[in-house]
């Protein structure tokens, strides 16, 4: 293998510590030695790929496969980004090298008292000084619904940015006014850098507690979290300081509230705090974490023996 050898696991910045996310578009990107490079006619910038979250691909970008080879070693996902839409369609391997977080998930999921426990913690996180434990899904949903409309509500009056709904055609985020624009783009990018995350941490993007039946449903999950403090207020901002680039420039000012707020950390925080495991795991190999199921309840027996 030629260059430098890839970031072993212990080398790589902890998911909480990583830039939220970094976009490119018009270059091409490249690897020189550990780092990325994105070349254009003004031209190279160097990236340290160990502290990217989530790498943002926007048009007119091209990728070798050595730099494709880099971010999968150092766990970081990649998004490309679209007219009006940002959806991670591949993603490295996992920071985690334990499935713990995974198995938790899985177990949460499949029950059905254990997964309206979660899903009442998400929005105990919503609410939080209300109690919530004693209602039903569809009063949850009524409630959140409540609470989104006064969110929408407080932000145009503060902002003096006229509002009537949310609306937004799938495919053509144009299709709509300033605002809606903005809050489309605001959103996308967050479910990119969540997507990250929860992707470094081993989990499973597709099985969510609140939202069902499609491969990111988890993903909209914990967004939905976070999005009252930060896609919500950044979209009607970028358009109260009388922008004529929502998309873009509410992609600029939320990359910057999600580094300055700690937003990936705070998503680590509140996955733990759902899905309650060993907060700290040791420094391990991927070999010394593989075991072999044992027939019972959480139990295992280390894998590389024979057992004839």
Known sequence: M???????SQELARVSERLSFVYLERCTVHRDSNALTATDERGTVHIPTAMI????????????????TLIGASGASVVWVGEGAVRCYA??????????????????F????????????MYEMRFPDEDVSGLTMQQLRGREGARVRKI???ESERTGVSWSRRQYKVGDVADSDFVNQALSSANSCLYGVVAAVIHALGMAPGLGFVHVGHDLSFVYDIADL????????????VVAA?????????????RDRLMTEGTMERTVDAIRHLFPVVAEEPQITYDEALSIWSGRADGRVPSGQNYG
Request: proline share 9%; charged share 25%; aromatic share 4%.
């Open 91 to 108: 993603t490295g391997r996992p920071l985690a090298r334990s499935t713990r977080l995974l198995e938790a998930q899985a177990r949460s």
């Open 2 to 8: 030629h260059g430098a050898p890839p970031p072993e």
């Open 226 to 237: 976070f999005k009252a403090e930060t896609s919500i207020p950044a979209a009607f901002d």
């Open 110 to 121: 499949a029950s059905q008292k254990s997964r309206l426990r979660v899903a009442r913690e």
């Open 242 to 254: 009388e922008t004529t680039d929502p998309l873009n420039d509410v992609r600029r000012l939320l």
């Open 53 to 68: 979250g989530a790498l943002l691909l926007g048009p007119g970008t091209r990728i070798t496969h050595a730099a494709m």
């Open 152 to 154: 929408y509500a407080a």
